[in-house]
Nanobody
Framework: QVQLVESGGGLVQAGGSLRLSCAASGHTFQTYIMGWFRQAPGKEREFVAAITRSGSSTAYPDSAKGRFTISRDNAKNTVYLQMNSLKPEDTAVYYC?????????????????WGQGTQVTVAS
């Protein structure tokens, strides 16, 4: 089992940047595929980014490509989401998630463990 704690959210102006962090408990972080998701009020949860166990491969939806970067530091049990050129439509609660397996996972249903979320608000 792994526990996840997100941090780094906040209020930013459109065009600005934020870096989210997700710290994981335990000694087996490198065995988990990691992902970021977001959910805005009244909307369904949305996939934002995923990274393989080693960090060698990543995936993004079109809405995040070129603006968001997921990375991980297995020595620090932490996954990051660097978000640049933020837009008001990026406003949401951002969640990190973890699951065991191979490759990349894109659907929320494929992730077993979730953090509590961190609020990101982008002002226009």
């Amino acid at each position: 089992q792994v526990q996840l704690v997100e941090s780094g959210g906040g209020l930013v102006q459109a065009g600005g940047s934020l870096r989210l962090s997700c710290a994981a408990s335990g000694h087996t972080f490198q065995t988990y595929i990691m992902g970021w998701f977001r959910q805005a009020p009244g909307k369904e949860r949305e996939f934002v980014a995923a990274i393989t166990r080693s960090g060698s491969s990543t995936a993004y939806p079109d809405s995040a490509k070129g603006r968001f970067t997921i990375s991980r530091d297995n020595a620090k049990n932490t996954v990051y989401l660097q978000m640049n050129s933020l837009k008001p439509e990026d406003t949401a609660v951002y969640y990190c998630a973890a699951t065991r397996g191979l490759g990349l996972k894109y659907a929320g249903e494929e992730y077993r463990y979730w953090g509590q979320g961190t609020q990101v608000t982008v002002a226009s």
